[in-house]
Nanobody, 123 residues
Framework: QVQLVESGGGLVQAGGSLRLSCAAS????????MAWFRQAPGKEREFVAA????????YYAESVAGRFSISRDNAKRTVYLQMNNLKPEDTAVYYCAAGPTAWPRTQRGYNYWGQGTQVTVSS
């Protein structure tokens, strides 16, 4: 079993930055792909970023590439999402996910999900 707890969300002005953290419990954390998804009001949950267990491969949605950066510290069992140059359209609940997925950009294969953290970007 893996439990995920997100933190770091909040209210920020457009152009600002936030760093989300996802703390994981469970022995298999270091072998799982970790990802961030987000869901805005009235919209479906969408992929944001993912990182393989080794940290050597990262994936980003086109809408955040160049502004967001995902990283992980397996020793601390934590994955991070550094968000820079935030835009109002980044407003959403951000979810951390973990799993042995072969499709990092889809929800398929992520067995574990956090409760989400709200990010609000004002214009």
């Amino acid at each position: 079993q893996v439990q995920l707890v997100e933190s770091g969300g909040g209210l920020v002005q457009a152009g600002g930055s936030l760093r989300l953290s996802c703390a994981a419990s469970g022995r298999t954390f270091s072998t799982y792909t970790m990802a961030w998804f987000r869901q805005a009001p009235g919209k479906e949950r969408e992929f944001v970023a993912a990182i393989r267990w080794s940290g050597g491969n990262t994936y980003y949605a086109e809408s955040v590439a160049g502004r967001f950066s995902i990283s992980r510290d397996n020793a601390k069992r934590t994955v991070y999402l550094q968000m820079n140059n935030l835009k109002p359209e980044d407003t959403a609940v951000y979810y951390c996910a973990a799993g042995p997925t072969a499709w990092p950009r889809t929800q398929r294969g992520y067995n574990y999900w956090g409760q989400g953290t709200q990010v609000t970007v004002s214009s």
